[in-house]
């Protein structure tokens, strides 16, 4: 065989093989380009992303921890769900009034100087309140206790708020954020409680509150210490104030119902498991609701949705409007909280979708130097909705059936599907290329 007059592993190598030539090259292969990153890689690999992400992850968590952390550590001592109810309801209408404030606050001094002391008043009422229970004060101070921890920071918005400051121009990358934030509440949400529980019923009833305020402080220390890539304070904004920027009003509405899908969902599951013996497993089973719902977070932020997000919303709210009727399904025709479980992991499909596309809606339209506050109003929407939905459900499980409760989740996605129509379609403005709502 002809051997190759250099030593070089760059000069081919020639063989016959019966009557082809052929020409080996032993030379060095150029290295591939190496692979695409994914879109959740690429959005941690912007400097100080993941530094504040651990440290909002922390301070977020203990939002599913203390309404079912002060319920069980009222209740337990006090022997009254009735006076526990009305304690966290109290302190959830406080936050509706101050959380606005406090994100106005954030946007005009910046959101060290604010979220910190707002944090620190907060968990001081938290801890107010663990000792008003344990040492068996009057009932008013539980009230007024709970209502100090209203000043809590939107730590969700404040993240979204550093994402909008950073990605500033890429929708693509600005859509992949949300997408994550969405399901970070998903996840947090779905722990948080399961974490209260576990620790009220393994230790001590107030266990639960303490762990959530000291989450609480330190997530916020570490969150506000990344300050390279905190938004810059606009202290004099000549914007007009969020509520009044076209398109958030009925944005707003839709939040609100929204909100009452998510708090009927959990009164109606809670009192089904019960009618059926199975208190213990009701946590189990709303988590896979909150689970679907992250998973479909992670999903839809890894892709490139088709259109703008003010002509999805109608699409993703009629999804969840359909998917809705699987729990209602489920539990009028079969009865077993099996089945309602694999139904209710399948209708937390929408919600991620649909809370994504909302929260894009309201970055859109806030004015940059209000951002905080635009998102804390949505969330104050959404609780709104939720005290909403968790009255009405409860009011049909007690007059109805458990089973019927079902359907005021359907009935309230249905409303916010018919309130994003009226905007988009009937009152639209006569041009489609613009992406806003309509006040009016």
């Not at 309201?362 to 635009?374: C, F, I, K, M």
Request: glycine residues 10%; aromatic residues 6%; positive net charge.
């Amino acid at each position: 065989m002809p051997q190759p007059t250099s030593r070089s592993r760059d000069t081919p190598l020639f063989t016959v093989t019966a009557d082809t030539l052929v020409a080996a090259d032993f030379g060095p292969r150029a290295r591939s380009e190496p692979r695409a990153k994914g879109p959740y890689r690429r959005l941690f690999a912007l400097p100080g992303a993941r530094a504040f992400t651990a440290g909002n992850l922390i301070a977020r968590l203990p939002m599913g921890m203390f309404s079912v952390s002060a319920v069980v550590m009222i209740a337990g001592t006090r022997g009254s769900y009735a006076l526990a109810g009305a304690v966290t309801a109290t302190g959830l209408a406080a936050t509706a009034v101050v959380a606005p404030w406090t994100a106005r606050l954030v946007d005009r001094y910046g959101q060290a100087r604010v979220a910190l002391p707002a944090t620190v008043f907060a968990v001081l009422g938290s801890l107010a309140l663990l000792l008003c229970v344990r040492h068996g004060a009057p009932d008013w101070t539980l009230f007024a206790s709970y209502a100090a921890t209203a000043t809590t920071p939107n730590t969700g918005g404040m993240s979204r708020a550093r994402w909008a400051h950073l990605l500033k121009g890429d929708a693509e990358a600005l859509h992949t954020a949300n997408s994550f934030e969405q399901a970070a509440d998903e996840l947090c949400f779905m722990l948080g409680p399961v974490l209260a529980a576990f620790l009220c019923g393994t230790f001590f009833p107030e266990a639960g509150t303490l762990v959530g305020a000291v989450l609480l402080l330190t997530g916020v220390l570490l969150f506000t210490a990344q300050r390279s890539t905190e938004p810059p304070a606009a202290r004099r904004s000549s914007a007009r104030a969020p509520l009044r920027s076209p398109g958030m009003r009925p944005l707003l509405v839709v939040c609100l119902a929204t909100g009452a899908v998510f708090g009927s969902l959990e009164v109606v599951t809670l009192a089904f498991a019960d009618e059926r013996g199975h208190r213990a497993a009701s946590g189990a089973v709303l988590a896979l609701q909150a689970a679907g719902s992250c998973a479909a977070g992670l999903l839809y932020g890894a892709v490139r949705p088709a259109g703008s997000a003010r002509s999805r919303l109608p699409w993703c709210l009629a999804a969840m409007t359909a998917l809705m009727t699987l729990p209602l399904l489920a539990a009028g025709l079969t009865g077993s909280l099996v089945l309602l479980a694999g139904a209710l992991l399948v209708a937390g499909v929408a919600t991620a979708p649909t809370m994504v596309t909302t929260m894009t809606l309201v970055q859109r339209y806030t004015p940059e130097d209000r951002l905080n506050e635009g998102m804390t109003l949505a969330v104050t929407g959404l609780l709104g909705g939720i005290a909403c939905g968790s009255a009405a459900g409860g009011w049909a499980v007690e007059h109805v059936s458990a089973t019927a409760g079902y359907g005021v989740p359907v009935a309230a996605a249905a409303t916010a599907l018919l309130v994003a129509l009226c905007a988009l379609v009937l009152f639209g403005p006569s041009n489609r290329s613009t992406d806003s709502l309509p006040t009016h």
